[in-house]
């Protein structure tokens, strides 16, 4: 079964601190994606990459950065915290090259920026 | 930029009552993905409706395209306790790299 694997469930961090949220994927996806869920806004993208060491911005990217230096993981890092940060994060994987693919979603890290 | 309107927000309904779950836009998406998502859980897909006009039906649940394929509707038959959650559809702008839009989601609570 597919299988995609977010570091932490939940997260403390403080304002100002640099921040690493890590997923792994082991399905072999080309495509994957971070999201920040928040109560009636639904799912907006942060960054996503289809590639190694390649990324694009998603709608919301501003405070935040991405790696991915490996096809299976890849990291968001929240490069100086904020309280506004603070959200539900989940990362997502899916095929490259063929139309109407579904993502797989992990199960989400809540971060809580004091 | 392409978005998607889902209404509404929230559903709190009696068990044995149908609904009905929107999804509306000014875009065309190449198919549109419905979810399911359960506290503590990421969304899971439920059904993938690709062609204008396509009905796909699982077991209680009916999911539509509009024909112009831009919008898309979910409907529940005799809702029950275990359908309680959060219901998202995504469109797909038909990229390679797979990108979905996502609606702002529908919090469904069926009461026994």
């Known amino acids: 079964d597919v299988k995609v694997t977010q570091s932490s469930r939940y997260l403390v961090k403080r304002t100002g601190e640099k921040v690493f949220l890590e997923c792994v994927q082991d399905?072999?996806?080309?495509?994957m994606f971070w999201y920040r869920q928040d109560p009636g806004l639904g799912l907006r993208l942060i960054y996503f990459?289809?590639?190694?060491?390649?990324?694009e911005k998603g709608d919301i990217p501003e405070g935040y950065s991405v790696s991915r230096e490996k096809k299976e993981r890849f990291s968001l890092i929240l490069e100086s915290a904020s309280t506004n940060q603070t959200s539900m994060y989940l990362c997502?994987?899916?095929?490259?090259?063929?139309?109407?693919?579904?993502?797989?979603f992990g199960d989400g890290t809540r971060l809580s920026i004091l | 930029t392409q978005l998607l309107e889902q209404s509404p927000q929230f559903l709190s309904i009696q068990e044995g009552e149908n609904l009905t779950v929107y999804c509306n836009s000014s875009?065309?998406?190449?198919?549109l993905q419905w979810y399911r998502q359960e506290p503590g859980e990421g969304p899971v897909l439920l059904v993938t409706?690709?062609?204008?006009?396509e009905v796909k039906k699982l077991k209680r649940l009916t999911f539509q395209f509009g024909d112009a394929r831009k919008d898309s509707s979910l409907h529940i038959t005799a809702a029950q306790p275990g359908d309680t959650g959060l219901y998202l559809c995504?469109?797909?702008?038909?990229?390679?790299?797979?990108?979905?839009?996502f609606g702002q989601g529908t919090i469904l609570t069926v009461h026994p």
């Open positions: 399905m072999d996806h080309e495509n």
């Open positions: 990459s289809y590639d190694v060491k390649m990324k």
């Open positions: 995504a469109g797909d702008g038909g990229t390679s790299y797979g990108k979905l839009t």
């Open positions: 997502a994987s899916s095929l490259v090259g063929q139309f109407n693919q579904p993502q797989h």
């Open positions: 875009s065309v998406f190449s198919s």
């Open positions: 409706v690709v062609t204008g006009g």
